[in-house]
């Protein structure tokens, strides 16, 4: 059972709007978690977290959501360049709380396309 | 600071063989984990070793196995190799502490089993 849910395999944009990639996850016990943006044939590069004490936190373009009643979290991106078509993937810590130290739970991942 | 570095980035081997992957981690992290991505099940968590003890294990056979050395770097080796091992093996740095860790990931080993 997918502990860590991106239900939209892909969304596309365009240049200069908002673009919104959601996420869901079921463990409660999640204390941390992360976005990372991915090309093929490379490894996720690490882009924002948030810490379940927080509800938001933001690094330029990017700020992530987290609505721990709903078990829900967002990346918004604004605005969209194209150079940010890639895949985004959101994962999730259990840490300490979980016993879990050093393993993050991945969703599948979404396809973002921005169009000039 | 430099990133974390894997090598080889490609390998070709046969049904039957072992392979050994390396990682080296970001300068000063102690923490390593390793992961398989694949296309249908995604990014996997294999095993996470922290100042040369492995202090975690996914669910993979015994056949995936690790190790990690003083200096913090670390190898993974999988024996007996199956088609089904074709995969992206990409390996996660981190300062290893409790609670909000971010782990910084290689550019990946891509693994083809024929």
């Known amino acids: 059972d997918q502990q860590v849910k991106q239900n939209s395999p892909s969304l596309s944009v365009q240049e200069g709007r908002i673009s919104i990639l959601n996420c869901d996850y079921t463990n409660s016990m999640f204390d941390y978690f992360l976005w990372y943006k991915k090309y093929p044939a490379e490894g996720p590069t690490f882009l924002i977290s948030i810490s379940s004490i927080k509800d938001k936190n933001e690094d330029g373009r990017f700020t992530v959501f987290l609505n721990k009643s709903a078990k829900h979290l967002s990346l918004h991106i604004v605005p969209s360049q194209p150079g940010d078509s890639a895949v985004y993937f959101c994962?999730?810590?259990?840490?300490?709380?979980?016993?879990?130290?050093?393993?993050?739970?991945f969703g599948k991942g979404t396809k973002l396309s921005v169009k000039p | 600071k430099a990133g974390v570095t894997q090598t080889p980035r490609y390998l070709i081997k046969t049904r039957g063989q072992q392979v050994t992957l390396s990682c080296s981690p970001i300068?000063?992290?102690?923490?390593v984990s390793w992961y398989q991505q694949t296309p249908g099940q995604g990014l996997q968590f294999l095993f996470e070793y922290f100042s040369e003890t492995q202090r975690n294990k996914g669910n993979f056979p015994g056949r995936f196995s690790g190790r990690q050395f003083s200096n913090s770097r670390s190898e993974m080796n999988v024996s007996t190799l199956e088609l089904g091992d074709s995969a992206l093996y990409l390996c996660a740095s981190s300062q290893g502490q409790w609670g909000t860790d971010t782990q910084y990931f290689g550019p990946g080993t891509r693994l083809t089993v024929l």
């Open positions: 994962a999730a810590s259990a840490g300490v709380n979980g016993g879990s130290q050093g393993n993050l739970i």
């Open positions: 300068s000063g992290h102690r923490s």
